[in-house]
């Protein structure tokens, strides 16, 4: 079975502290891709990041920053010098085969709230 | 070139009913999937539809929801007779392919409020 836990249904810190979501998954694919995308109070989806099943090489992308880990089922996502902008619903997405390659299985989301 | 667009944005329908949600794809876009989203809830997949085929639909209830991707024009998902309980934000994603690393690209939602 296909399944994404996000563990953390909310975390609250002050400005300027960096704040790690966690994400596990479950899957029986060896081939799969993991996603994370924001949810502003906005309400849309924003897509920040795809990692495939294949490369847990961990990436940096400004104040973003996300480890990959296979051993543990684990695509963590940590913001660093956290922002008020950055208060949003984070959530983790896995995509393989054996679910159909087509939809996403996501996790139940982080809400982030920042405080200045 | 202009993203994933859904309307309404906000629907309000009295119980009994019927809501028509739609989606225009991304240009270049033939996959079309949809997602509901319960009150502090997480994104749940409904549907994954090409242009005239419904390629998944386990997620979607066994009555009273339907949804199409005619040859022309926008998918469409389809709610007869609203209850109090599909009030949700329905989201419609599209990609220009299946399978393989690519992300689907969000429309803004509709918000469905059930009276």
């Known amino acids: 079975a296909q399944k994404v836990t996000q563990a953390q249904t909310e975390i609250s810190v002050v400005e300027k502290e960096d704040v790690t979501l966690d994400c596990v998954y479950e899957?029986?694919?060896?081939?799969?891709?993991l996603f994370w995308y924001k949810q502003p109070p906005s309400g849309e989806l924003v897509f920040l990041i795809r990692?495939?099943?294949?490369?847990?090489q961990n990436e940096i992308s400004g104040r973003y920053s996300w480890n990959f880990q296979k051993s543990t089922s684990s695509f963590n996502f940590t913001i660093t010098a956290s922002q008020v902008v950055d208060s949003a619903v984070y959530f983790c997405?896995?995509?393989?085969?054996?679910?159909?390659?087509?939809?996403?299985?996501f996790g139940a989301g982080t809400q982030v709230v920042v405080t200045p | 070139n202009a993203g994933v667009m859904q309307n309404p944005r906000h629907l309000v329908r009295r119980r009994g009913q019927e809501a028509r949600l739609r989606c225009s794809p991304m240009?270049?876009?033939?996959?079309v999937y949809w997602y509901r989203q319960l009150p502090e809830e997480g994104l749940k997949f409904m549907v994954y539809?090409?242009?005239?085929?419904?390629?998944?639909e386990s997620g979607m209830p066994k009555e009273r929801f339907s949804a199409e991707f005619p040859k022309e024009g926008p998918s469409i998902l389809r709610i007869q007779q609203v209850v109090r309980g599909d009030s949700a934000a329905y989201f419609c994603?599209?990609?220009?392919?299946?399978?393989?690393?690519?992300?689907?690209?969000f429309g803004p939602g509709t918000r469905l409020t059930v009276t």
């Open positions: 899957t029986r694919d060896t081939t799969y891709y």
């Open positions: 539809l090409q242009k005239e085929n419904i390629i998944d």
């Open positions: 997405a896995l995509k393989s085969g054996a679910d159909s390659w087509g939809k996403f299985q």
């Open positions: 240009k270049g876009h033939s996959h």
């Open positions: 990692r495939n099943s294949f490369d847990e």
């Open positions: 994603a599209s990609s220009p392919r299946t399978g393989g690393p690519d992300e689907q690209y």
